[in-house]
């Protein structure tokens, strides 16, 4: 599954606001990315759950790790804000 960016952008937000499906989030983290930023993005996101453990068994990380992806998100739709 390529992602482009505005694909990554929908999934993170809907990671984050649960909308997006478990299987969704595990394929991205799975699939090498061609496009060296999104690459970076993803092998980024597989540590999300250790950087930013979770409070609940049944959420991938904590509240802070949520910020990063839509930090993520605001990134990838050309909003400027840092990492």
């Not at 540590?47 to 453990?53: A, C, G, K, R």
């Not at 739709?77 to 840092?82: F, L, Q, S």
Request: hydrophobic share 35%; with cysteine; proline share 5%.
């Amino acid at each position: 599954m390529e992602m482009t960016k505005a694909k990554l952008a929908d999934l993170f937000e809907g990671f984050v606001n649960g909308t997006c499906g478990k299987g969704e989030w595990e394929a991205f983290l799975s699939v090498r990315q061609k496009n060296p930023e999104i690459e970076k993005i993803r092998l980024r996101c597989e540590l999300l759950d250790v950087e930013f453990p979770p409070k609940n068994p049944h959420e991938y990380c904590n509240e802070d790790g949520a910020a990063v992806l839509m930090n993520y998100v605001h990134q990838l739709r050309g909003k400027a804000i840092r990492i």
